[in-house]
């Protein structure tokens, strides 16, 4: 290992190590010890490696050079046509339009119901009610809305049904327009910003937690604000830093999306990552060099959105500044309540319609425009389908295990040595953990493809978990640091005065005592992996697919019954998987009072 | 006919046979090798998995030959085949010869040739596969030359297709005949037809119906499309498309993704006129709950597209030996019967029924065909494919006019 990574990696990843005579266990640490430092260079090298090599790998044909596929000079060659390629203008606008505008959606909706609910036991019940929609992978909720609002779905159905009660029918034939796949994009810009929100929200949450928000209202409440006012001018500018990152994120993947894209999104021309994907599959294989310009088009396009956001919010910082200390006191905020209250009642609701229609479709037999509900029910779509479900179900299952596994000993590892070293990371590290998350997809897994099939991994299951590893590791880590951290110091220190070793006091305090959080990150690492599309598409080579792989292949015109069938078992899956992480802790400590929660 | 040729013949007979059997003895040594080679292997099968019925056909198929000889059939569902053809171009130029990540593939026409033309095939198979002496090659010319590219044993028939339209007699009692007749009931009834969006192929299909149903000279597209003016011969079908496509679904601005996706909107009333490559798709939906019984099939004044579809295995393949097996199973009497019962798939056989020995003949006749299944003369003489190589220029060429 080259001294330079390892400086960067420990210095980033477990911290600026610098009050060195305030650790005085790092001179004496036992072997153990030595073994967990290389932990988070580890954790660097297999996180950060395959994204480097796949942005090189991405690149470099970008400018004509492939030799495996004739490539042999370098050129501007590929840029000209994809400059030229007539989808590209409309592919790039509809990108920019759907990322940018779902993101601020979700961001408004989010902050807005953070600001006006605050405290209050509806804040608490939407808490409640969108945990679960953070588990429900993009796909399913992606087809649970086709089934929603395409031209013949619930929603027509609905119309029709309630005109026809009134008296005054309209739509007894299915709509010649449809409100998916719409030429601007918005059925998409919908979706995404229905599975944003409930991330972004959990995201302000945790930073609340780290401000002394309550006196800080409270403040501003006795100087005569109004509740939403007092919010946004205190709370806001406070907490916004730490949700910057996660915002980030949620702004790069809109901007990037593919299965949510290909399923809800226009197809003439679809936006640029479904484009750059659709170019990877041409059987002309010079239409690679034009997807490798297009993967890194992309990644410019995240780029500059990320640059164009932080520009947003320097201006917004600096126009708002003279409101911010104005002094106006805001109203009682009814209006801010009523809209946001709104919103996210809509939000809901379409997101639970949608996915009860992907259990109902999986369960009828006939279903014909305008019935509200099937006319024949049948068990016959599972019976026939289970068989076939049954290998990407346990492909899923496996890979979502393995890397949720390898994510969790790495994050834990990371966190132990964090505790024993007596370090805390910097920002710096937290912006590498977020990488994965930052550059688009797209960007980086044709290059990672390529190392793939030279090192001859590809469509195998360490190739499949590696690259789901990528992503699943951040979330695990975000999800398990700050309980972690939180832990009572007191209980490792006398347990160690007692004599207990380090590996001891790790099995039987740390672990028992973070048990629900650790299965917590579990599942959200598991629910991450399950969600994957584009990653399992690369690495899995057409031989190793996923509920996600069939569920997004099937959206595209099979049986809608079937494709319910997979949708709704790949949306089950991180359910269970959260039923799980709630029910083991609940029965191990149940004898115990002091650790429930 | 003289003594002398009787005698002639019989000798001649009699030498063929002399010469056959040992032929024969030797290809039956040939093919106990394979099976034996077969075993234990497993058959990554590529394949449009877009149908439930083809799925679950593959299924039961793939079951049958792992008890039968041990060969495990993993069943690979693609959106469009030509993406595995790009895979395996891949895997070529990255050097890999062998243990490719494909074993049998569900091919034809353009995607075909473009296999053979890159070299992407491995030795001819088929002459090695017992039941392939079943096919019927003289009555189907298509199992021999598939899209104008002579298939040389490179690739195994499997099935027969037909281009059907769909309607719904409840709904619509004369529905249009030939691509014409089709726009002027387009522009009468707004929004009601759609066809996939190319490179779907049911979609191109459909853009080669309307092309041959268009030009001055059909024959015109049996060449390679690099010999004619394609500008020219293709003139009249833009302009079709022109006119039709502000009367499609949506205008035209929105396509459907596949030819399964029209039975649905034929079902829910959002469009009048469906079409599909399985004659029997009709029936078999009705019986499955998907279509009303009232739906109906019919085929164009001047006829439609027909075509054989068949599997080929890659020259890189980890489980040739297995592959074979599994495509000589996809050409057994019983495998071929269950694809023709649209109960299960519906696909017309590539068998030649009447050489069969008993009892399959019977069994073939006995199939109920269902209630909205047009028989081999009803559907009519099918018309010939256009060259392979028209499909990337017709494809290419509706990408730049209507895909952006």
Redesign the interface.
Known sequence: MADPIRAVAAESLAGRAAPRPADPAASRRPRAGRLLAAVPVLTLVLFLAPIAVGLFGTWIPAFGYLP???GTEAGLGPWRTLFES??LP?AVQLTLLTGFLSTALALILSLGLCAAWHGSRMMAAARRALAPLLAVPHAALAIGLMFLLS??GWLARGVAAGSGVLGMPVWE??P???MV???WGLALTFGLMLKETPFLMLMIVAASGQVRIERTLAVARTAGYGPVTAWVKTVLPQIYPQIRLPVYAVLAYSLSVVDMALILG????PPLAPLVLRWF?????TM?FVAAAGACLQLLIVAAGIAIWYGAERLIARVARPWLSGGHRGGSGRVARAATGGGMALALLAAAVSLAALAVWSLA??W??PDLVPS?W?LGTWD??L??LA?PAWTTLGVGAAATAIALVLTIACLEYEQRAGVRPTTRALWLLYTPLLVPQIGFLFGMQVLL??L?L??TWPALVWSHLLFVLPYVFLALAEPWRALDERYVRTAACLGAPPWRVFWRITLPMLLRPVLIAAAIGFAVSVAQYLPTLFAG???L?TLTT?AV??A?????R?IAVYAFAQMSLPLIGFAVALAVPALLFRHRRGMRA | MSVRTLIAAALAAGLIAVAAAPAAAQGQRDWDDILEEARGQTV?F?GW????RV??YV?RAADRVLEEHGVRV???????I??????I???M????TD?G??DLMWING??FA?MKRNGLLGPPFTHLLPNYALVDTEGLPTTLVDFGEPVEGLEAPWGMAQLVFLYDTARLEDPPRSMLELQDWARQN???FAY??PP?FHGTTFLKQALIELVDDPDIVQYPVEAVDFDAVTAPLWAFLDALHPHL???G?????????LI??L????IEIAFNFNPAEASAAIAD??L?PTVRTYVFEDGTIGNTHFVAIPFNARSRAGAMVFANFLLSPEAQLRKEDPQVWGDPTVLDVDRLPPPWPERFADLDRGIATLTAAERGRPLLEPHASWM?ALEAEW??R???
């Open positions: 495996a596929l004739g007539p989808s409309g031209g013949s034939r299915p010649v327009f449809g796949q719409d030429p226009p197809s003439t021309p599959n041409d059987p002309d294989l690679r037999y006939r014909r425009y024949a049948t026939r389908n068989p076939a290998w099939v030279v001859r590809d469509g080579a057409g031989r697919t069939e292949g099937l595209g015109g099979a049986d809608r079937v | 990554y590529n998995g877009g149908s439930e799925n679950a299924a993993r069943h690979v569902r693609v959106g469009d030509s993406e595995v053809v790009s895979r171009l891949a895997e130029t990255a050097g890999r243990s990540s494909v353009e995607n473009a707004p929004g009601r996939p969006q779907d679904w949506r205008g601005r929105a396509f459907p993704q596949s030819g399964p996706q649905q909107m079902d829910d009333g959002t709950g998907q009303p990337n990408q730049t209507y895909g952006q």
